[in-house]
T-cell receptor
Framework: KAGVTQTPRYLIKTRGQQVTLSCSPI?????VSWYQQTPGQGLQFLFE???????NKGNFPGRFSGRQFSNSRSEMNVSTLELGDSALYLC??????????????FGPGTRLTVL | AQSVAQPEDQVNVAEGNPLTVKCTYS??????LFWYVQYPNRGLQFLLK??????LVKGSYGFEAEFNKSQTSFHLKKPSALVSDSALYFC????????????FGKGTRLHILP
C-alpha cells in the first residue's frame, strides 16, 4: 500500500496570503488528522476528520480550517498568514478514529515558511 | 482534561547502555497510549501501543514500554542503545472512554553517543 502523501512538500508565502495543503491518506483509512509541529511547541493538534465530518478540533484560530472529501482525501487551509504560522504541517491517517485502538500513519509533512 | 507529559527535553545515552524515555499521562477514563519516533526531515513512525492486556508492550526496533496504572506512566525502554536510535520520540494518549482527540507530548530528543 502507498503511504500517506502530502503536497506540496515545501511552501513559501508572505504575510496576509492564504495557503491550501493537501493530504491523501492510506487507501481504506477514514480518519485524517492534521498537526502543526514547531520546535518550541512540539506537536499541536489542529483537527481530525472522519468520514467527511470534523470530529475534533484543537485550539487554533478560525483562520485554520479543513475539510475531507468522499474519497477521504483532506485539505487544510490557512488564511491571512502570520509569521508564527511557519511550521511543519503533518497529516496522519488511521482506519478508525485517531488513537481509538489504531495507530496513525504520518505523511512526510509540508514545510510552510511565511515571510 | 486529558494530558501527557514528557519531562525530559533531551536524553543522552552511551551506545550499548540501556535507555529510558519517560512519559506520564492524565485521563479520566482508560488510557490508550502510543509511542512514535521521528527521524530528521521525516514524519512520525509508530513504535508501539498499549490498549489493554499485558502491561509490558513490545514494539519495533527492539523497543518496549511498561504501562504503570498506579504511577500513570508509560516509559519507553530499550536494553541496549544504538547510535541509529538517535531521534525525536513522542508519547501520545487518548481517553478510551470519551470521544476526544489524541494528545501528543512535546517530544524527547534522544542522543546516543558512540
Amino acid at each position: 500500500k502507498a503511504g500517506v502523501t502530502q503536497t506540496p512538500r515545501y511552501l513559501i508565502k508572505t504575510r496576509g496570503q492564504q495557503v491550501t495543503l493537501s493530504c491523501s491518506p492510506i487507501s481504506g483509512h477514514r480518519s485524517v488528522s492534521w498537526y502543526q509541529q514547531t520546535p518550541g511547541q512540539g506537536l499541536q493538534f489542529l483537527f481530525e476528520y472522519f468520514s467527511e465530518t470534523q470530529r475534533n478540533k484543537g485550539n487554533f484560530p478560525g483562520r485554520f480550517s479543513g475539510r475531507q472529501f468522499s474519497n477521504s482525501r483532506s485539505e487544510m487551509n490557512v488564511s491571512t498568514l502570520e509569521l508564527g504560522d511557519s511550521a511543519l504541517y503533518l497529516c496522519a491517517s488511521s482506519p478508525g478514529l485517531a488513537g481509538a485502538y489504531n495507530e496513525q500513519f504520518f505523511g512526510p509533512g509540508t514545510r510552510l515558511t511565511v515571510l | 482534561a486529558q494530558s501527557v507529559a514528557q519531562p525530559e527535553d533531551q536524553v543522552n545515552v552511551a551506545e550499548g547502555n540501556p535507555l529510558t524515555v519517560k512519559c506520564t499521562y492524565s485521563v479520566s477514563g482508560n488510557p490508550y497510549l502510543f509511542w512514535y519516533v521521528q527521524y530528521p526531515n521525516r514524519g512520525l513512525q509508530f513504535l508501539l501501543k498499549y490498549i489493554t492486556g499485558d502491561n509490558l508492550v513490545k514494539g519495533s526496533y527492539g523497543f518496549e514500554a511498561e504501562f504503570n496504572k498506579s504511577q500513570t506512566s508509560f516509559h519507553l525502554k530499550k536494553p541496549s542503545a544504538l547510535v541509529s536510535d538517535s531521534a525525536l520520540y513522542f508519547c501520545a494518549v487518548r481517553d478510551g472512554n470519551r470521544d476526544d482527540k489524541i494528545i501528543f507530548g512535546k517530544g524527547t530528543r534522544l542522543h546516543i553517543l558512540p
